[in-house]
């Protein structure tokens, strides 16, 4: 097809649109013809019919890789030399190693500059096609020797003059009038140290005595430094099988040692620290797991991860983030005292130590101790004084795991519990922690699928007014029955689904779920008409969560001031001003609004003023305690008579006792919730047993709303 307009044709292959859009209208106007399709299997099925001269193909494609298409097309008679460029948004070395390994003629990363590409993509068209005219023709060696940077020489043994190619002057980096051919000549521009091995290796094989004809070396008299070449001799011999001459073609493989090592430098070292990498960290762990294995040794791997690092870069920028890590880097080093001992940053914030030849765990604690210590000292970076700390986990061979990646995951385990037990520590892996990450994992893994598959329960705990000691609301619980993990309890899942985002959702489904409830008891003359629900940090500071509640009410016909959302006093102490302007925006649509777990501690008392809230929800923490302890029954008497004073309705958790009640009354608290009256149950329970909680009413409040037993 390429030759009924004499453009090149272009086989583009990428499964998103804009991309191939952008190839043919860049190519078209570099005078490329452009074929595209949206899938490998379409390009393969179609490739000997429009034979293609140039192939742009993607890597990354759903049902074949670009990879896999790659490999396959090698295979096609006739395209086993077309011109392929692939393109990788995966910025790594390994997936450059595995588009050469297809049989990649080249590559480039997204995003794309296309004005380029257009440019490289001419290259490599001229350099497939001079290699075709290579094999037709002799005439066009000198053009192949510069294009291979590769030269040549003539040494005749008989009176020891020489030839060399115009390529080898620019091999060697010097002028034909500057300097004549000559084996001395030749051996001036060889660095020094191989002069005498080449030297050698040259009178060999003059002498017959040489088997091997190549050699590397190293060439000095460069403007540019050191060059690295490649010789490959052949010897010509007389009609008594004398040698009488020999032919040297040299090539230069400067460019490409210095790419092997740049790619051995990505494939092994983190381009920020230039510490050692994931990749190569693990390598070292093997050896060295290896080497106690045989020696009946121990060794300790550290883990470290800097607390909190993502606030660096969003607030001061990736430059300031960079400057951090190297400076992080260098401390680490610098608390490592063994010199066998091997540091590497795997990743983002995480570095990771390699302590060999361990007496015990003792040492890899004196390491961690000290990296507490030095990491949590202030940071310079851009003019800005950070303040950081760092938590760090520690596994032993061979009591914590038999290979690198058991070590590892032991290792970042331990780490992992030392962040939830408040950062800025560290602690050594047990099998518990092990178990316990287990658990959460299969937790996590599940309860994705558990909204789906209606595993999920919405429970209510009724809320009594004291002042006329009747039912007025509920509370709506989250409850989840897993076919495969049975009940499983809100405090081992509500913190998982806030750590991966899943509380949003989950969130809101229980927040239309309660509306709906709430609706329906209205409708059904239930005494329960308003509902109160638990409202995460995540759906809170959500810049929709106000026109979500807004829409929820609307979509299920619940007047506004029948839904209650309980906000965490924790919340509201983060960011103040924004929590206080969310609050309005609430109290705009008509909904109450009531702080829980209030009296943990967070939240100043001279900020509560400025909260537009209608109810403190007093902690059961301080309940339970009431009767019995004069400190909690201090500080509870002192919130209900600041609520009173701030015209807020108090409502008290965790009721369980009538001596409980008996308190909370007789010091005028509003409200109470609370296994006395009723534990939470689903809706239809509820409606079952609402008769008998009437009656408990019944009997220990008058109608006018006093208690009729005191304890």
């Given at each position: 097809m390429a030759g009924m307009?004499?453009?090149?044709?272009?086989?583009?292959?990428?499964?998103?649109?804009?991309?191939?859009?952008?190839?043919?209208?860049?190519?078209?106007?570099?005078?490329?013809?452009?074929?595209?399709?949206?899938?490998?299997?379409?390009?393969?099925k179609q490739l000997p019919q429009i034979s293609p001269d140039l192939i742009l193909l993607d890597v990354e494609m759903p049902e074949i890789d670009?990879?896999?298409?790659?490999?396959?097309?090698?295979?096609?008679?006739?395209?086993?030399?077309?011109?392929?460029?692939?393109?990788?948004?995966?910025?790594?070395?390994?997936?450059?190693?595995?588009?050469?390994?297809?049989?990649?003629?080249?590559?480039?990363?997204?995003?794309?500059?296309?004005?380029?590409?257009?440019?490289?993509?001419?290259?490599?068209?001229?350099?497939?096609?001079?290699?075709?005219?290579?094999?037709?023709?002799?005439?066009?060696?000198?053009?192949?020797?510069?294009?291979?940077?590769?030269?040549?020489w003539h040494l005749s043994l008989t009176d020891n003059s020489m030839y060399w190619?115009?390529?080898?002057?620019?091999?060697?980096?010097?002028?034909?009038?500057?300097?004549?051919?000559?084996?001395?000549?030749?051996?001036?521009?060889?660095?020094?140290?191989?002069?005498?091995?080449?030297?050698?290796?040259?009178?060999?094989?003059?002498?017959?005595?040489?088997?091997t004809y190549t050699i590397d070396f190293c060439l000095s008299n460069s403007a540019s430094g050191e060059r690295y070449v490649h010789q490959l001799v052949e010897q010509e011999t007389d009609a008594e099988g004398r040698v009488v001459s020999l032919n040297g073609v040299v090539q230069d493989l400067t460019e490409k040692r210095r790419t092997e090592r740049r790619l051995e430098q990505l494939a092994h070292y983190d381009n920020v620290t230039e510490l050692p990498n994931r990749t190569l960290f693990q390598d070292r762990l093997t050896s060295s797991i290896s080497e106690a294995s045989v020696g009946d040794t121990a060794l300790a791997v550290l883990y470290v991860d800097i607390d909190d690092f993502k606030l660096v870069n969003d607030s001061l920028g990736h430059a300031s983030g960079d400057i951090m890590l190297n400076e992080i880097a260098r401390r680490i080093s610098n608390c490592v005292d063994d010199t066998n001992a091997s540091v590497a940053r795997m990743g983002a914030d995480e570095f990771t130590i390699l302590l060999p030849n361990l007496d015990g765990c003792h040492q890899a604690i004196d390491l961690a101790t000290r990296l507490l210590r030095e990491l949590a000292q202030p940071?310079?970076?851009?003019?800005?004084?950070?303040?950081?700390?760092s938590s760090v986990g520690i596994a032993?061979?061979?009591?914590?795991?038999?290979?690198?990646?058991?070590?590892?995951?032991?290792?970042?385990?331990?780490?992992?519990?030392?962040?939830?037990?408040?950062?800025?520590?560290y602690r050594l892996h047990d099998d518990k922690l092990h178990a316990d990450t287990?658990?959460?994992?299969?937790?996590?893994?599940?309860?994705?699928?558990?909204?789906?598959?209606?595993?999920?329960?919405?429970?209510?705990?009724?809320?009594?007014?004291?002042?006329?000691?009747?039912?007025?609301?509920?509370?709506?619980?989250?409850?989840?029955?897993?076919?495969?993990?049975?009940?499983?309890?809100?405090?081992?899942?509500?913190?998982?689904?806030?750590?991966?985002?899943?509380?949003?959702?989950?969130?809101?489904?229980?927040?239309?779920?309660?509306?709906?409830?709430?609706?329906?008891?209205?409708?059904?003359?239930?005494?329960?008409t308003q509902v109160a629900v638990n409202i995460s940090v995540l759906q809170f500071v959500r810049e929709d969560f106000t026109a979500t509640v807004a829409r929820i009410l609307a979509e299920t016909g619940l007047a506004p001031e029948k839904l209650e959302l309980e906000i965490t006093e924790s919340l509201l102490a983060s960011d103040t001003v924004s929590a206080v302007d969310t609050l309005r925006k609430l109290k705009a649509i008509g909904v109450q609004l009531s702080i829980d777990d209030f009296g943990t501690g967070y939240s100043s008392l001279s900020q509560l003023k400025h909260f537009p809230i209608d109810r403190l929800k007093l902690d059961q923490s301080f309940v339970q305690e009431v009767t019995t302890s004069p400190a909690d029954a201090a500080i509870t008497r002192a919130v209900i008579a600041m609520s009173n004073s701030m015209d807020l309705k108090l409502l008290a958790e965790g009721?369980?006792?009538?001596?409980?009640?008996?308190?909370?009354?007789?010091?005028?608290?509003?409200?109470?919730?609370?296994?006395?009256?009723?534990?939470?149950?689903?809706?239809?329970?509820?409606?079952?047993?609402?008769?008998?909680?009437?009656?408990?009413?019944?009997?220990?409040f008058d109608a006018q709303g006093g208690l009729l037993q005191a304890a």
């Open positions: 307009s004499n453009k090149p044709l272009v086989m583009v292959v990428d499964d998103d649109n804009s991309t191939r859009m952008m190839a043919t209208e860049f190519l078209s106007q570099a005078n490329f013809d452009v074929v595209d399709f949206s899938s490998g299997i379409d390009a393969l670009g990879f896999a298409v790659c490999r396959r097309l090698r295979k096609c008679p006739g395209f086993e030399n077309t011109p392929v460029l692939m393109l990788t948004g995966l910025n790594s070395s390994d997936s450059v190693e595995l588009a050469f390994e297809a049989g990649a003629t080249d590559f480039a990363t997204k995003p794309i500059n296309w004005s380029l590409l257009c440019h490289r993509l001419r290259y490599l068209l001229r350099a497939w096609q001079s290699a075709q005219d290579l094999k037709q023709s002799q005439r066009s060696l000198a053009v192949a020797q510069r294009m291979a940077q590769m030269g040549n190619s115009e390529q080898l002057y620019a091999i060697l980096d010097v002028q034909p009038t500057d300097q004549p051919p000559s084996l001395a000549g030749f051996f001036d521009c060889i660095c020094i140290n191989d002069r005498e091995r080449l030297q050698t290796w040259l009178n060999d094989i003059v002498a017959a005595k040489n088997t940071y310079s970076a851009m003019d800005e004084q950070i303040f950081s700390s032993l061979f061979p009591d914590h795991g038999g290979c690198a990646e058991s070590l590892l995951t032991s290792a970042d385990i331990a780490m992992s519990e030392a962040k939830r037990a408040g950062k800025n520590t287990q658990k959460r994992f299969r937790i996590e893994s599940l309860m994705r699928h558990g909204l789906e598959r209606d595993e999920f329960q919405v429970y209510f705990q009724p809320q009594i007014d004291l002042t006329t000691g009747r039912l007025y609301s509920a509370e709506a619980l989250l409850r989840w029955v897993s076919p495969e993990l049975g009940f499983v309890s809100p405090g081992d899942f509500i913190s998982i689904a806030e750590d991966n985002g899943f509380i949003v959702p989950l969130g809101q489904w229980v927040l239309e779920t309660a509306c709906k409830q709430a609706v329906a008891w209205h409708e059904a003359n239930f005494p329960i009721v369980e006792t009538m001596e409980q009640l008996d308190f909370l009354k007789r010091c005028d608290c509003d409200e109470i919730q609370g296994f006395l009256i009723s534990k939470p149950a689903p809706a239809n329970v509820l409606a079952t047993e609402i008769d008998a909680i009437e009656a408990l009413l019944n009997s220990l």
